[in-house]
């Protein structure tokens, strides 16, 4: 059974059709690398599977679970959102960590919040996942005394702490200097090759080749292709995938 099925999913803003019919499934385990050029609808997509943004219509299903039914859930209680964004972790581009908090306080805040752990275990885990991202130095560190890369390894740390099934990643060294870039795809591998499921939308082609083990190349709120790295990115059958890589390779 697939750990995430997208199906039609659809999202408008007024006028503008954003999402046109997205449809992708994947493995747990799986990581799926989403590219395509500004506005293709990349984040929104990554929105609306976190419940950030409610889609227009389609489904969302998580191991089995419909999280959202167009069909059904136009009227969605907050309280049931925050319940299923837990099934999401989310990577911005922007750091998003709560400047007059520690870094441990930034881990251990949302597991305590949500009720998911005691203190004495959010704080636990917490050392346990900044040793994952290389900073358990750092935990005592105010957030906003840390370089854009350390931040960024925190907040990859803050999302795994809900233990989410899938953590999703929006485009997430856009925001750094290009020599902080390698510490923060360096931890996303790790994650990778420990079997965690990955959505990671980047432009980082050299990353997609490396660590995905499928492409989904978005265009105008569609996909119009998906398939392994090597298909996708070495020998792309739609032009428009051919035209993208061009110019991102150049």
Not at 25 to 46: A, F, N, Q, Y
Not at 67 to 75: C, E, I, Q, V
Not at 78 to 95: A, P
Not at 212 to 232: C, L, N, P, T
Request: glycine residues 8%.
């Amino acid at each position: 059974m697939a750990i995430l099925e997208v199906k039609n999913l659809k999202k408008s803003f007024g006028a503008q059709e954003v999402l046109k019919g997205i449809n992708f499934e994947m493995d747990k385990g799986e990581v799926v690398v989403i590219i395509g050029s500004s506005g293709s609808g990349k984040t929104t997509l990554l929105r609306c599977l976190n419940f950030l943004e409610t889609a227009d219509d389609g489904q969302i299903i998580v191991d089995g679970e419909t999280l959202f039914d167009g069909a059904s859930d136009k009227n969605e209680k907050y309280n049931d959102l925050r319940k299923k964004r837990l099934h999401f972790g989310l990577v911005f581009q922007q750091f998003n960590l709560f400047p007059h908090l520690t870094v441990l306080e930034n881990l251990i805040e949302a597991p305590i919040a949500h009720k998911l752990a005691s203190r004495k275990d959010a704080i636990a885990r917490a050392y346990e996942l900044l040793d994952v991202v290389g900073l358990r130095n750092k935990a005592d560190a105010w957030s906003r005394h840390l370089s854009g890369g350390q931040q960024q390894r925190i907040a990859i740390a803050r999302a795994l702490a809900l233990n989410p099934r899938v953590i999703l990643f929006d485009e997430p060294t856009s925001a750094l200097d290009p020599e902080l870039v390698g510490e923060v795809l360096d931890v996303i591998k790790k994650l990778a090759r420990s079997g965690t499921t990955l959505v990671v939308v980047t432009h980082e082609i050299g990353f997609a080749r490396e660590v995905a083990d499928r492409v989904v190349f978005m265009v105008d709120g569609k996909i119009v292709e998906q398939g392994s790295s090597d298909e996708v990115l070495n020998h792309p059958q739609h032009q428009r995938t051919r035209q993208f890589l061009s110019r991102a390779l150049a």
